[in-house]
């Protein structure tokens, strides 16, 4: 049983859900190059504003940490409201924040422009997860909110790069300045063409709470943590895996990793159509070939054509496991999907921050060349922790069948 669905049924045309998911895969992706475009412009930053590159590194890491910090309490409070004027109050504040940033003469500005949209991230993602599958129906749901998550998998494809670019052409203020006209176009969009959906009974934060007394769903946060952080122990060094493991030529690195993420897309498709069968081995599956492939690189380094499937085995399994995951965890619960799906974004983040310390760790004692064997060993630990998740979860899985009889 799928619990990912409205309290009653949309009347929706299936072009009309379509429009109205297309335009909340592309909101996703403004909202999350907001969040990683500012990668690509830190040696301009640094520049204009006077301060060290790890000064404004730290940017980054506020963003991430109140993504991290921010997404359960306010998807919980929020996720009752309107969808269609939440998703429009989000993009507004998205605008303003953005041209706050354009117009920020210190980091102490820009570091307020920054918080201000990391507080909303999570909940826009937690809710346009949940909305994206009332859209579609329950019978496909995971593919509707893979259609979200390519918004996302395209900011992470397209996010560094764009921000250098764009650091390189109309400067980082006009980047921002972009990314502020884009979220109004957008906010006009949702107003014009996405229909209401069904509102959530306001529920008390205690009573949604509640979920994190469930085993089964604490037990699928968990399970994201270790799948995020097997993730990113190696997909933060990425870029000096290729140039330093593999021997990619520094001025090519760049167009390696967009390739990297190009191959990904792929997996969004195949991970879609995968979570509606089951989630958990779609977990299991992907996870394994995530393994498989970020330990092969090293070895199959020098090896021409087989490295470079190994790459694009890592980044489909990558990218699939971003909406796997969501779904999952959403479908842990028999209430409080939004706040369940921010839960997971959060959990993401931790994930993303423990494997970069990991993989950082790992580079300075034993080598960059090693850091995929432990991503490897990582996803093994995810791997060795499904089959207890999914003994929790046929209790869940036998009251479905009972409700629906």
Request: proline fraction near 4%; aromatic fraction near 8%.
């Amino acid at each position: 049983m799928s619990v990912i669905e409205s309290p009653r049924p949309l009347v929706i045309s299936a072009a009309g859900s379509t429009l109205s998911i297309a335009i909340l895969a592309i909101s996703a992706f403004l909202i999350v190059t907001t969040e990683f475009l500012i990668i690509g412009l830190l040696p301009a930053l640094s520049r204009d504003l006077g301060i060290s590159i790890a000064a404004a590194g730290q940017l980054v890491t506020l963003f991430a940490f109140t993504v991290m910090l921010s997404g359960p309490p306010l998807t919980a409070a929020l996720a009752h409201l309107d969808r269609k004027k939440l998703f429009i109050a989000i993009l507004l504040v998205f605008a303003f924040a953005n041209g706050l940033a354009a117009l920020s003469s210190n980091i102490w500005v820009l570091a307020i422009a920054r918080f201000i949209p990391a507080l909303m991230l999570p909940v826009f993602w937690g809710t346009a997860s949940e909305t994206a599958a009332q859209l579609a129906g329950p019978t496909k749901s995971g593919q509707a909110i893979a259609r979200v998550y390519l918004g996302i998998t395209a900011a992470l494809l397209l996010g560094v790069p764009l921000g250098t670019l764009a650091a390189n052409g109309i400067g980082w203020r006009g980047a921002f300045w972009l990314l502020a006209g884009l979220s109004l176009v957008m906010a006009v969009a949702m107003a014009v063409y996405m229909p209401k959906v069904v509102r959530s009974e306001r529920v008390d934060f205690l009573k949604q709470a509640r979920i994190f007394k469930e085993p089964l769903f604490l037990a699928n946060v968990v399970l994201s943590i270790i799948v995020f952080s097997a993730m990113f122990v190696a997909y933060t060094y990425l870029a000096g895996i290729l140039e330093r493991v593999a021997g990619v030529a520094p001025a090519h690195v760049g167009w390696w990793m967009m390739g990297f993420g190009a191959i990904g897309l792929i997996g969004n498709w195949i991970g879609g159509k995968a979570v509606d069968r089951s989630p958990l081995k779609a977990t299991a599956l992907f996870v394994g070939l995530l393994a498989l492939g970020m330990a092969a690189v090293t070895p199959l380094a020098g090896a021409g054509l087989l490295v470079c499937i190994a790459l694009a085995l890592w980044g489909i399994a990558n990218t699939a496991l971003y909406p796997i995951c969501q779904v999952r965890v959403m479908n842990s619960v028999s209430h409080s999907q939004a706040l369940a799906g921010t839960t997971n974004v959060s959990a993401a983040n931790a994930g993303i921050g423990i494997g970069a310390t990991i993989g950082g760790l790992t580079i300075q004692t034993a080598g960059i060349a090693s850091v995929g064997y432990l991503a490897a060993a990582v996803a093994g630990v995810a791997l060795v922790m499904i089959p207890f998740v999914s003994r929790l979860a046929k209790p869940f899985q036998n009251q479905g069948k009972a409700h629906n009889n």
